[in-house]
């Protein structure tokens, strides 16, 4: 099933929201890794929101989603302030790993085993 306009309008303003609140927190910074917030998918009643997280060079990702879950009290209350005029009820909101990265870089890294003429799964 599609997304509806709703949704779509009101994941983008969660993510814009998301976005600078984790900047605000220091939560973009974490175990001097780079954490960006890659999609944000909300439930057609727009009661709950995915909050999906992208880790570029973080050395403990369970930490780092730990702390961020750490905070999801904070965060939510920062984007309540912030969307209260946009929205009737602030979704629940719920963070999940985004690991696209890492099957994009798994996937260029086998390219660059084949074009170089080494057989992948050999060093």
């Given at each position: 099933?599609?997304?509806?306009?709703?949704?779509?309008?009101?994941?983008?303003?969660?993510?814009?929201?998301?976005n600078?609140?984790?900047?605000?927190?220091?939560?973009?910074?974490?175990?001097?890794?780079?954490?960006?917030?890659?999609?944000v998918?909300i439930?057609?009643d727009?009661?709950?929101a995915?909050?999906y997280?992208?880790f570029?060079?973080v050395?403990d990702i369970?930490?780092?989603?730990?702390?961020?879950?750490?905070?999801?009290w904070?965060?939510?209350?920062?984007?309540?302030?912030?969307?209260?005029?946009q929205?009737?009820?602030?979704?629940?909101?719920?963070?999940?790993?985004?690991?696209?990265?890492?099957?994009?870089?798994k996937?260029?890294a086998?390219?660059?085993?084949?074009?170089?003429?080494?057989?992948?799964?050999?060093?």
């Amino acid at each position: 099933m599609t997304e509806g306009k709703r949704q779509k309008q009101v994941a983008s303003v969660i993510q814009e929201q998301m976005n600078d609140i984790f900047r605000r927190l220091s939560l973009n910074m974490i175990n001097g890794g780079m954490v960006s917030i890659s999609n944000v998918k909300i439930t057609p009643d727009l009661l709950e929101a995915r909050i999906y997280l992208s880790f570029f060079k973080v050395d403990d990702i369970d930490a780092a989603m730990k702390k961020i879950d750490g905070k999801s009290w904070e965060i939510k209350r920062e984007l309540a302030d912030r969307v209260k005029n946009q929205l009737r009820r602030i979704p629940v909101l719920t963070f999940y790993l985004d690991d696209t990265l890492d099957h994009v870089f798994k996937m260029e890294a086998l390219f660059e085993q084949i074009k170089s003429g080494k057989t992948p799964g050999t060093t």
